[in-house]
Protein backbone atom coordinates (compact mmCIF):
# COMPACT_ATOMS: atom_id res chain seq x y z
CA UNK A 1 0.00 0.00 0.00
CA UNK A 2 1.26 2.99 -0.35
CA UNK A 3 2.10 5.94 1.94
CA UNK A 4 3.39 9.38 1.40
CA UNK A 5 6.46 11.05 2.94
CA UNK A 6 5.67 14.61 4.58
CA UNK A 7 8.33 16.88 5.30
CA UNK A 8 9.55 20.35 5.89
CA UNK A 9 8.04 21.06 9.44
CA UNK A 10 10.24 22.16 12.31
CA UNK A 11 10.21 25.50 15.27
CA UNK A 12 9.77 28.11 14.20
CA UNK A 13 8.84 31.95 15.93
CA UNK A 14 5.10 33.28 15.03
CA UNK A 15 4.98 35.30 11.79
CA UNK A 16 7.27 32.96 10.02
CA UNK A 17 6.76 31.14 7.20
CA UNK A 18 7.22 27.16 6.37
CA UNK A 19 6.69 25.30 3.32
CA UNK A 20 5.52 21.78 3.97
CA UNK A 21 5.71 19.05 1.19
CA UNK A 22 4.16 16.02 0.47
CA UNK A 23 6.13 13.01 -1.27
CA UNK A 24 4.18 10.75 -3.51
CA UNK A 25 6.56 8.72 -4.56
CA UNK A 26 4.10 5.69 -6.31
CA UNK A 27 1.95 7.80 -8.00
CA UNK A 28 -0.63 6.81 -5.86
CA UNK A 29 -2.89 10.10 -6.16
CA UNK A 30 -2.66 11.32 -9.90
CA UNK A 31 -6.19 11.21 -10.56
CA UNK A 32 -6.96 11.58 -7.09
CA UNK A 33 -7.91 15.33 -4.59
CA UNK A 34 -5.30 15.32 -2.09
CA UNK A 35 -5.35 17.27 1.32
CA UNK A 36 -3.67 18.07 4.42
CA UNK A 37 -4.67 17.48 8.13
CA UNK A 38 -2.87 18.02 11.27
CA UNK A 39 -3.27 16.83 14.72
CA UNK A 40 -2.59 18.09 18.46
CA UNK A 41 -2.32 15.70 21.46
CA UNK A 42 -5.75 14.60 22.45
CA UNK A 43 -7.65 16.00 19.86
CA UNK A 44 -8.71 14.61 16.21
CA UNK A 45 -6.80 14.68 12.99
CA UNK A 46 -8.45 18.49 11.39
CA UNK A 47 -8.90 19.03 8.01
CA UNK A 48 -6.35 21.72 6.81
CA UNK A 49 -6.64 21.93 3.17
CA UNK A 50 -7.34 19.80 0.01
CA UNK A 51 -6.64 20.34 -3.61
CA UNK A 52 -7.89 18.44 -6.99
CA UNK A 53 -5.95 15.93 -9.24
CA UNK A 54 -5.57 18.97 -11.64
CA UNK A 55 -4.43 21.50 -9.48
CA UNK A 56 -7.27 23.69 -9.95
CA UNK A 57 -9.50 23.77 -7.31
CA UNK A 58 -9.08 24.61 -3.88
CA UNK A 59 -10.60 24.39 -0.29
CA UNK A 60 -9.29 25.76 3.01
CA UNK A 61 -10.61 25.77 6.83
CA UNK A 62 -11.78 28.78 8.09
CA UNK A 63 -8.87 29.05 10.75
CA UNK A 64 -5.93 28.50 7.80
CA UNK A 65 -7.84 30.21 4.94
CA UNK A 66 -5.55 33.40 3.44
CA UNK A 67 -2.76 32.59 5.28
CA UNK A 68 -2.14 28.54 3.76
CA UNK A 69 -2.21 27.97 0.74
CA UNK A 70 -2.02 24.41 -1.22
CA UNK A 71 -0.11 23.10 -4.59
CA UNK A 72 0.70 20.34 -6.41
CA UNK A 73 3.24 19.12 -8.92
CA UNK A 74 2.08 15.79 -10.36
CA UNK A 75 5.31 15.74 -12.49
CA UNK A 76 7.34 16.05 -9.33
CA UNK A 77 5.01 13.85 -7.81
CA UNK A 78 4.94 16.64 -4.94
CA UNK A 79 2.04 18.33 -3.08
CA UNK A 80 2.98 21.11 -1.00
CA UNK A 81 1.71 23.65 1.71
CA UNK A 82 2.38 27.10 2.13
CA UNK A 83 2.12 28.64 5.48
CA UNK A 84 2.24 32.25 6.38
CA UNK A 85 1.27 34.37 9.24
CA UNK A 86 2.08 31.00 11.59
CA UNK A 87 0.50 31.48 14.90
CA UNK A 88 1.34 29.53 17.97
CA UNK A 89 -1.83 27.60 17.32
CA UNK A 90 -1.05 26.22 14.26
CA UNK A 91 1.41 23.82 16.29
CA UNK A 92 0.55 20.25 15.11
CA UNK A 93 1.52 17.26 13.47
CA UNK A 94 0.80 17.77 9.64
CA UNK A 95 -0.01 14.72 7.34
CA UNK A 96 -1.25 14.53 4.13
CA UNK A 97 -4.13 12.18 2.41
CA UNK A 98 -5.32 11.23 -0.89
CA UNK A 99 -8.71 10.64 -1.37
CA UNK A 100 -10.05 7.16 -2.10
CA UNK A 101 -12.77 7.98 -4.88
CA UNK A 102 -13.00 11.47 -5.87
CA UNK A 103 -10.65 13.63 -7.87
CA UNK A 104 -12.43 17.24 -6.33
CA UNK A 105 -12.86 16.61 -2.49
CA UNK A 106 -11.51 14.91 0.06
CA UNK A 107 -14.09 13.11 2.71
CA UNK A 108 -12.55 9.70 2.63
CA UNK A 109 -8.95 10.43 3.02
CA UNK A 110 -6.07 6.95 2.99
CA UNK A 111 -2.64 6.82 2.81
CA UNK A 112 -1.35 8.81 5.45
CA UNK A 113 1.99 9.42 5.70
CA UNK A 114 4.03 9.47 9.29
CA UNK A 115 3.46 13.16 9.26
CA UNK A 116 6.02 16.33 10.12
CA UNK A 117 5.81 18.55 13.15
CA UNK A 118 5.22 21.97 12.81
CA UNK A 119 5.83 24.13 15.87
CA UNK A 120 5.24 28.07 16.32
CA UNK A 121 6.68 29.24 19.63
CA UNK A 122 8.62 32.41 20.47
Known amino acids: QAHFVESGGRLVQPGASLRLSCLDSERAADSYAMGWFRQVPGKERAFVAA????????LYAASVKDRFTISRDNAKKTMYLQMNSLKPEDTAVYYC???????????????WGQGTQVTVSS
Open 97 to 111: AKDKFSGVHVTTPEY
Open 51 to 58: ISWDGVNA
